[in-house]
């Protein structure tokens, strides 16, 4: 073989290694690269390279190398499309065909598995934030009296105010929907202020009766029938046998028996007496406030 030889198309051998794959080729009489590929029909798609390039003279013995591209689908951000790469790894395709991906993106097959040819890729966007919501804190109730103020009187001496939660969640969204929400902490930025009612307990008593006192049940409420205080009136009934009081309001006329000076309704007459002793002795005091 002398240095011209491949002008004048002397058989030689070549080797080819096509994607890995090699191939021995004998007796080829082309002159360059190119035309040896065109002639064993070894046809180089978009993007597919050839190392020697095409216009090289081929020597006996050359090997020459094909770097080849295969196809992968891409299903990413409400599309699908086909690439074709060099790269065989599923995160390398997709960086060789421009998909970005963000680190808590989700990516099946997984970035580190073979991207073949014709491998179908799915990328699911995953965006995590952070969303803060502010919360309604109620406020507690407390109760006190006061015996400088009427029984009939309740007064607010400390208006509630509810205060104010502030509530960081960690929020999980695959492709523009929400699928997780976690909540990571809670920050109170206002304290409530407990409302406080005080009760008024003075009762100022006027004249007293003593007498039996029954029971009948009518209304269920705190009332009591009388025969001649006026309706609307409230009277402190006391037994004397335990000292048990209560405060009823005249809403009906009544006993007419001798001795006996009040009808109280029965939850009334329950809370100084058993409802089976049926009449007991009272003090009876009539409220003037």
């Not at 390398?92 to 993106?105: F, H, K, N, S, Y």
């Not at 523009?176 to 202020?193: S, Y």
């Not at 009762?203 to 309706?231: C, Q, R």
């Amino acid at each position: 073989w002398s240095e011209n030889d491949h002008f004048f198309g002397v058989a030689k051998e070549i080797i080819v290694s096509d994607n890995g794959l090699e191939f021995v080729f004998q007796n080829v009489s082309e002159k360059t690269v190119g035309e040896f590929l065109v002639a064993r029909g070894l046809v180089l798609r978009e993007k597919e390279t050839v190392f020697p390039v095409l216009e090289t003279a081929l020597a006996p013995g050359m090997k020459v190398w094909i770097r080849r591209t295969h196809e992968i689908s891409v299903q990413a951000d409400g599309a699908q499309k086909s690439y074709a790469v060099f790269a065989t790894s599923v995160g390398e395709a997709l960086a060789e065909a421009g998909v970005i991906l963000d680190e808590d993106d989700i990516v099946k097959p997984a970035r580190e598995a073979v991207a073949a040819r014709g491998t179908e890729i799915v990328v699911t966007r995953v965006d995590i934030r952070e969303d803060v919501v502010e919360k309604a804190v109620a406020f507690e109730k407390k109760s006190n009296e006061d015996d400088e103020l009427s029984w009939r009187k309740t007064v607010v001496t400390q208006k509630g105010e509810k205060g104010t939660d502030r509530l960081v969640y960690r929020v999980s969204s695959h492709d523009g929907k929400e699928v997780n929400r976690k909540l990571v902490r809670t920050e109170r930025i206002k304290e409530p202020v407990t409302e406080i009612v005080t009760q008024g307990t003075y009762v100022k008593l006027g004249k007293s009766h003593s007498g039996a006192a029954s029971w009948y049940a009518w209304t269920g409420t705190m009332a009591a029938a009388n025969p001649w205080l006026p309706k609307g009136s409230f009277v402190k009934v006391t037994n004397t046998e335990n000292g048990k009081s209560v405060i009823v309001v005249i809403n009906d006329r009544g006993p007419f028996v001798p001795g006996r000076i009040i009808d109280l309704d029965k939850v009334a007459f329950a809370k100084i007496a058993s409802v089976g002793a049926g009449v007991i002795n009272v003090k009876m005091e009539e409220i003037t406030n």
